[in-house]
């Protein structure tokens, strides 16, 4: 079964400055799609970005970037700039078509962004 | 199109009681699919629909658990018996076919508290 990790329960960063999420994931396949979700307070999940692992080039949205390492299984979250509004839970999730069609998530990291 | 709703956004129950939760997806979208999220956790897949049928279910989904999606349109989750560790935050998602690599769109979730 896949699995994805995320080792940082909770990271800090200053207003303005850049910050990097880490998430390693598990998996057999090879033909596969990585993802970003922001959960702020609210609770709703929204997409952030998104990595189809076929594409060596690194996906960017805006401020939003990954480190995306397919040997390694290694996707990272870069936020750069950040924003009193990026203050959020974050969530690694990975989908595999051959993995039961559905989205498996990390177990989330708090990011905390200071004025 | 208001994106995904869920009602009621909070439920307190007692132990014991039977409680109904509702989904209504993006019109478009073919797949739903219902996960669980407890405090400070990602969430968890617990089924899914593709139009009205029933096509996985998680382990998690214990007996006193049935979902339903008839005419492929909205879908219900019951929790018969409730206990008090279903207490979570219940999403539901959906996705065009096969929209899976493209992410999901959540809806706001609805928190269970059984008392």
């Known amino acids: 079964a896949q699995t994805v990790t995320q080792s940082q329960p909770e990271m800090s960063v200053q207003e303005a400055e850049t910050v990097t999420l880490s998430c390693t994931y598990d998996?057999?396949?090879?033909?596969?799609?990585l993802f970003w979700y922001k959960q702020p307070p609210s609770r709703q999940m929204i997409l952030v970005i998104r990595q189809e692992a076929y594409k060596q080039q690194n996906a960017t949205e805006n401020r939003f970037s990954v480190n995306f390492q397919k040997a390694a299984k290694s996707f990272s979250l870069k936020i750069s700039d950040s924003q009193l509004g990026d203050a959020a839970m974050y969530f690694c999730?990975?989908?595999?078509?051959?993995?039961?069609?559905?989205?498996?998530f990390g177990g989330g990291t708090r990011l905390m962004v200071k004025p | 199109d208001t994106g995904v709703s869920q009602n009621p956004r909070h439920k307190i129950t007692k132990r014991g009681q039977n409680v109904t939760f509702r989904c209504d997806p993006i019109?478009?979208?073919?797949?739903l699919y219902w996960y669980r999220q407890t405090l400070g956790q990602g969430p968890e897949f617990l089924t899914y629909f593709q139009n009205e049928a029933q096509l996985e279910k998680s382990r998690l989904l214990s007996d006193r658990f049935s979902a339903e999606r008839p005419k492929g349109s909205f879908s219900t989750l019951e929790i018969q018996r409730t206990e008090q560790g279903d207490s979570a935050m219940y999403l539901c998602?959906?996705?065009?076919?096969?929209?899976?690599?493209?992410?999901?769109?959540f809806g706001s979730g609805t928190r269970l508290t059984v008392v």
């Open positions: 999730a990975y989908y595999g078509n051959n993995a039961g069609n559905m989205l498996t």
């Open positions: 019109s478009e979208h073919n797949r």
């Open positions: 998996t057999s396949e090879s033909d596969y799609y």
């Open positions: 998602a959906s996705s065009y076919l096969p929209g899976g690599g493209y992410g999901y769109t």
